[in-house]
């Protein structure tokens, strides 16, 4: 059973930045590949960002060249560099494994706000 937490989610201004961490809970080395989503009110969950167990990136096209995923296996963390942030990425954000989204496994995710 693989626990995740969100943090580093805050309000900032458009045009700033944010690093949000995803933590294992508990002791684990993190051979899976993760995966960040968010919600907006009203909206879908949307596929952000996700990275293999190798640390190969991929992107949504909303935050190409904006957003930047990475991974410490030491850590058991996986990291989003939030740059140039707009108000359409006010959200919840959420990490997962494969796994946990096949179960429909959410965490209590982070929020970020963005004001315009």
């Known amino acids: 059973q693989v626990q995740l937490v969100e943090s580093g989610g805050g309000s900032v201004q458009a045009g700033g930045s944010l690093r949000l961490s995803c933590a294992a809970s508990?002791?684990?080395?993190?051979?899976?590949?993760i995966f960040w989503y968010r919600q907006a009110p009203g909206k879908q969950r949307e596929l952000v960002a996700g990275?293999?167990?190798?640390?190969?990136?991929n992107y949504g096209d909303s935050v190409k060249g904006r957003f930047t995923i990475s991974r410490d296996n030491a850590k058991n963390t996986v990291y989003l560099q939030m740059n140039s942030l707009k108000s359409e990425d006010t959200a919840v954000y959420y990490c997962n494994t494969l796994l946990g989204i096949e179960r429909s496994n959410w965490g209590q995710g982070t929020r970020v706000t963005v004001s315009s």
């Open positions: 508990g002791i684990i080395f993190m051979i899976n590949p």
């Open positions: 990275i293999t167990s190798d640390g190969v990136p």
